[in-house]
């Protein structure tokens, strides 16, 4: 466990033992710079048409996907002034973000009954599912074509999708 020292412990005098960072919006600077970089005018939560940021610990913005999906529209990052959500201009296919679609073992598909809905909704097709023995289709998720978007989070009726960072993915 790693001990920080955050804006909001510094002020309080309490060091924090600090675990995996909330989901922050699209295109936000690494947490730490974020916390720095973000005033909290709440101009990215108005942004957003999808309706998935919400005021998390602290008033910062954070992601939301039982809210809905996001759709990269980048309205957020052109609200954004103090450039805590940037896009490297440099770069020549910007990722929002690094996150991927994980699917639980409380999953319905993966228990022998029929349920598809998360592959129903994920438009880049990323969820397949693969027939085993007995009928069981198990769900598999390509990491090549998942966006993060989130839109097979909200539908599932056993919120067993989750999307996680790659690193926290590839660890589980």
């Known amino acids: 466990m790693q001990v920080s020292l955050t804006r909001r412990s510094m002020f309080t005098g309490r060091p924090t033992a ?4 909330p989901m922050r919006p699209p295109w936000a ?22 309706g998935i940021l919400h005021r998390g610990a602290g008033r ?18 052109d609200v954004c002034v103090d450039d805590a959500l940037h896009i490297d201009a440099d770069a020549s296919e910007p990722k929002p973000w690094h996150m991927l679609a994980k ?41 090549a074509l998942c966006t993060g978007c989130g839109a097979c989070v909200a539908p599932c009726p056993t919120n067993s999708v989750t999307i996680n960072s790659k690193t926290e993915e590839r660890a589980a």
Do not use: H, M, W
């Open 103 to 143: 699917i639980d073992d409380k999953c319905l598909s993966a228990n022998a009954i029929t349920c598809r809905v998360c592959g129903d909704r994920c438009d880049v097709r990323a969820i397949q599912f693969k027939l085993a023995v007995g009928g069981i289709a198990d769900p598999i998720i390509d990491d």
């Open 29 to 50: 600077l690494v947490e730490d710079a974020f916390l720095d970089a973000c005033t909290l005018c709440d101009k990215c939560l108005s942004a957003c048409d999808e």
């Open 18 to 21: 600090r675990s995996a960072p």
């Open 60 to 77: 910062y913005p954070e992601v939301n996907f039982k809210s809905g999906e996001c759709t990269f529209c980048k309205a957020c990052v």
